[in-house]
């Protein structure tokens, strides 16, 4: 079946700039992950939706970040006034229910220049 | 929150040798995945492993929960086998990745 997967596969903005990055996760995967990879800091959390609860928000860096998961599937993280230090790779990853295996989808390279 | 530490960092082997890479954990975990980073960034999963011992073909990987460490084996390595290796666990907080080996397989 088909995977994880994310739009676009990269972005380069201008600082200042909103963007907003896309995930489709598996069908039939209650839970979404957003993680973040950039050179200093290694593959990081973000942001965790389990169904319908409250997202776990705790790994966001800044007010500047957010995400909402529309109708329990495709998922939005949007960055707002993007700064340099935004530039990473994001990854976006589903699973069946919380704890269970995660699967990563091919991530949006975000380039802030 | 749980640390994740793997060893060593860095790996250099001549095709066809096998290798151990570890993974160590700071509590006990309810998930535990390793991971095979390729060169395109894509991470493909190898084992979802929170305890026990697992193999699929050339690869196998070991959890011993106790003990708080994971080993994964890699036997008669090829130049496609390179790239890094991520181990990432959980207890009841999404994954935290370890900074990940980076195999190199020399023909």
């Known amino acids: 079946g088909a995977g994880v997967s994310q739009s676009p596969s990269n972005k380069v903005t201008e600082k200042g700039k909103d963007v907003e990055l896309r995930c489709d996760p598996i069908s039939g995967h209650t839970a979404l992950y957003w993680y973040r990879q950039s050179l200093g800091q290694g593959l990081e959390f973000l942001i965790y939706?389990?169904?319908?609860?409250?997202?776990?928000k705790s790994g966001l860096p800044s007010d500047r970040f957010s995400a909402e998961r529309t109708g329990g599937s495709v998922s939005t993280l949007t960055i707002q006034r993007t700064q340099q230090e935004d530039s990473a790779v994001y990854l976006c990853?589903?699973?069946?229910?919380?704890?269970?295996?995660?699967?990563f989808g091919p991530g949006t390279r975000l380039t802030v220049l | 929150g749980i640390q994740v530490e793997q060893s060593p960092p860095d790996l250099i082997l001549q095709e066809g040798a096998n290798s151990t890479l570890r993974c160590n954990f700071s509590d006990s975990v309810n998930n535990l995945q390793w991971f095979h980073q390729n060169p395109w960034g894509q991470l493909i999963n190898l084992f979802y492993?929170?305890?026990g011992t697992k193999q699929n073909g050339r690869l196998s990987a070991t959890t011993v929960a106790t003990e708080r460490y994971s080993l994964l084996y890699i036997s008669s390595s090829q130049t496609t086998d390179s790239g890094v290796y991520f181990c990432a666990a959980a207890g009841n907080t999404p994954l935290v990745f370890g900074k990940g080996t980076r195999l190199s397989v020399i023909a």
């Open positions: 939706f389990q169904g319908n609860s409250a997202p776990d």
């Open positions: 990853a589903s699973s069946r229910g919380y704890l269970n295996e995660q699967f």
């Open positions: 492993i929170p305890s």
